[in-house]
């Protein structure tokens, strides 16, 4: 997942998508994994691999023969696990590039084909059926709606290329899916929050949060989109694809000091039952011999005062000591990649002006930072963060902890780019192309979209043929040798026919989940083109410039 989830190519633009759709201000890759327009980070869909066989059945809806259906619960897409939904999103995929299945959707709304035009509906037909036969209108669809409305209106100054639409099918109008018993709400910066135990009252109060805004809480977890510390919630494989969901078992904590000396403790917890039916109890055990169960203690303590608490989750007993509960506890620090070699560090629970601690922090470049939360950039390369809290009546160190944690080699991007064409091919005629470039989890790629101006909007409209080609370098990472980045080279093209619909056009190269744009020279490059009246135009033609990942 370096994106967002979709784009707007103008500030205009971006404040009309933004008036329209007031989730896209959160997400603006899904995507919006796929986001508002101008992609940083990208949902972290794997490379394809063998899923359930789809079709498109009568009724219009994708029907997996494994029986991994999606259902609709509380208005949040829902399905069984992550990869039912991962092989969902491929299964639009995969459909929407056959065009037989294209027309047969197309014929299912009620489009004629082999007209002049066709009306300014959708895209992603496979996609809309699929979505209308489960009564769901998913991000993916308000966001088009918002763009056509724009496009019927003439302008010009207004477009949004969505580029994961089969992901963002997923995805309700709060940008969220519901995999197993987690909600997970995208962001436009690559952020990913994911709340546990099906807390839809947790949900309820974040949803409308931008990703700066949410604070560490009981059964949330705030990650991104890089499959960096996914191994805290998932099984992974050697390449870092999801094998299966790993239930949560981390202990966190706030401590807070009152002016009367006494610490309360609240409990911020990551825990999720061993089993689908399984519960998880939380039981303090204090000095006097007497206990309470509840999320949290239904008292305050003394400085020198006893704590024990006793997690069941279904998979026996964890006990936490009074020195990780009340005296110190730093290692549960967290670690979020936040884009352009940058990494946000905090202590989740940690109140500076209630704590009895100060924080600080020192990473293995020699860099240092201080308080709960800290921001810094890195080169590429591995390095170390240790947290440390002391004591603030005589300055002593109370505790540290160290966590490893790398800088890749790059990051991920997106680019678009609108042009115009007035008098085309000589012709009467003005034609509108929509253009994009992108490096995301798992691929790479580019796009054109074409429309004609036929008073009083832009519409899909028949030409002589379409293409979009790539050129240039990017950035893959390996481990073999260790941490190793090497330019790879992007050569490819793809054009339709005369009359072919959908009026858009994709080349993407299939890649593993580490790769990046180059920066510097020989950068990646797209030419966007059609042709009219027997006369190709469009970045690439002529003196029109191709369209650069720079």
């Not at 409990?267 to 039952?273: F, G, R």
Request: net charge neutral; aromatic share 10%; proline share 4%.
């Amino acid at each position: 997942m370096n994106s967002k989830i979709f784009k707007t190519v103008s500030a205009l633009g971006k404040a009309k998508y933004a008036r329209t759709i007031v989730a896209s201000a959160v997400l603006a890759f899904l995507l919006v994994i796929a986001t508002t327009t101008s992609c940083k980070k990208d949902i972290p869909l794997e490379p394809e691999q063998a899923g359930p066989v789809n079709d498109v059945n009568p009724a219009g809806s994708i029907t997996f023969r494994d029986g991994s259906n999606p259902t609709v619960v509380n208005g949040i897409l829902t399905f069984p696990t992550y990869n039912d939904a991962k092989n969902y999103a491929k299964s639009l995929e995969s459909s929407e590039q056959d065009q037989a299945q294209v027309n047969s959707a197309y014929a299912q709304l009620g489009i004629d084909l082999s007209g002049e035009s066709i009306p300014n509906l959708t895209d992603h037909p496979v996609c809309l059926v699929a979505e209308q036969s489960l009564g769901f209108t998913s991000a993916r669809k308000i966001e088009e709606n918002a763009i056509n409305a724009a496009l019927n209106q003439g302008d010009d100054n207004f477009f949004s290329i969505v580029h994961d639409p089969y992901w963002k099918t997923l995805l309700n109008a709060d940008h969220a899916v519901r995999m197993g018993s987690r909600i997970y709400k995208y962001y436009d910066n690559g952020g990913i929050a994911i709340v546990l135990n099906n807390d839809l009252a947790l949900f309820d109060v974040i949803k409308q949060k931008k990703f700066d805004e949410l604070e560490a809480a009981f059964n949330l977890v705030i990650t991104d989109d890089s499959p960096e510390g996914w191994g805290d919630f998932f099984v992974l494989d050697t390449d870092g694809n999801v094998v299966s969901e790993k239930p949560m078992d981390r202990l966190r904590f706030g401590v807070d000091l009152d002016a009367s000396g006494n610490k309360s403790v609240r409990n911020i917890s990551l825990v999720e039952p061993a089993t689908a039916n399984g519960t998880v109890t939380f039981e303090w055990k204090y000095a006097n011999g007497s206990s309470f169960i509840g999320r949290n203690p239904n008292k305050t303590f003394s400085a020198n005062e006893s704590l024990v608490l006793s997690v069941g989750n279904g998979a026996g007993t964890t006990d936490v000591t009074e020195a990780t509960v009340l005296l110190c506890s730093v290692e549960n620090f967290t670690i979020t990649n936040i884009g352009n070699n940058s990494r946000q560090f905090q202590l989740p629970g940690y109140n500076p002006i209630t704590s009895e601690y100060n924080i600080s922090w020192e990473f293995s470049d020699g860099q240092t930072g201080t308080g709960g939360t800290v921001t810094k950039s890195f080169a590429p390369g591995s390095y170390t963060a240790t947290c440390k809290a002391f004591r603030k009546t005589n300055g002593t160190l109370a505790c540290q902890f160290t966590k490893p944690f790398q800088i890749k080699c790059g990051d991920k991007k997106t680019k678009d780019k609108t042009h115009i064409f007035e008098n085309a091919g000589g012709t009467n005629q003005k034609f509108r192309l929509e253009c994009s470039i992108w490096v995301k989890t798992g691929e790479v790629g580019c796009k054109v979209k074409y429309l004609r101006w036929i008073w009083p909007a832009w519409v899909p409209a028949n030409n002589q043929g379409a293409c979009t080609d790539i050129a240039g370098k990017y950035k893959r990472e390996t481990t073999s040798p260790s941490y190793s980045c090497s330019d790879k080279t992007a050569n490819g093209s793809k054009c339709l026919g005369n009359g072919t619909y959908p009026t858009s056009v994709s080349f993407t190269i299939p890649e593993i989940n580490t790769v990046f744009k180059k920066e510097g020279t020989d950068l990646l490059n797209s030419g966007h083109k059609i042709k009219v009246n027997g006369v190709w135009l469009g970045p690439g033609v002529g003196t029109t410039p191709r369209l650069v990942l720079d």
